[in-house]
């Protein structure tokens, strides 16, 4: 494998560790993804500068909900030397409460990444979401 796909493997497991790390509520591995003073931009949910920040809202949203299940797909990433750009879907469905299943939000959209190479790995430096559905239970229509 050259260098570039080994490159485009390892963004992905990044992007992958992500999912994973919110998921599991594995707040260590999460912060893995993020250089330092990463910049992000969640659009309404906020704007969070550095890898504490987001570690630290991503945490309290999740602290109280049920099962979330976060999946990224259709990669298209782009290496440049020790920088890249990454852009994939997200399909997140998220149980608002652990003990009522009738409670959720079903939320899809695209991360817009920007990475660079450290001596720790890919890192993620700076991340935009732009969402295109949010569903919640609580705006359907009652039966």
């Not at 309404?44 to 630290?56: H, Q």
């Not at 939320?107 to 990444?113: C, H, I, K, P, T």
């Amino acid at each position: 494998m050259s260098d570039y796909r080994e490159d485009q493997a390892s963004i992905s497991e990044v992007l992958i560790r992500y999912a994973t790390g919110i998921d599991r509520r594995d707040w260590s591995l999460f912060r893995t993804c993020w250089t330092p003073d990463v910049e992000a931009d969640y659009g309404d949910m906020g704007r969070f500068g550095g890898a504490d920040a987001i570690t630290e809202f991503m945490t309290a949203v999740h602290k109280d909900m049920g099962s979330t299940r976060h999946q990224l797909s259709n990669f298209v990433i782009e290496v440049d030397g020790d920088r890249a750009t990454a852009s994939s879907y997200v399909h997140a469905v998220l149980a608002l409460s652990p003990t009522d299943p009738a409670l959720w939000i079903d939320a899809v959209g695209g991360y817009e990444d920007e990475l660079v190479r450290t001596p720790e790995g890919w890192r993620i430096s700076r991340r935009t979401f732009r969402p295109t559905r949010l569903i919640s239970s609580t705006d359907l229509p009652k039966a």
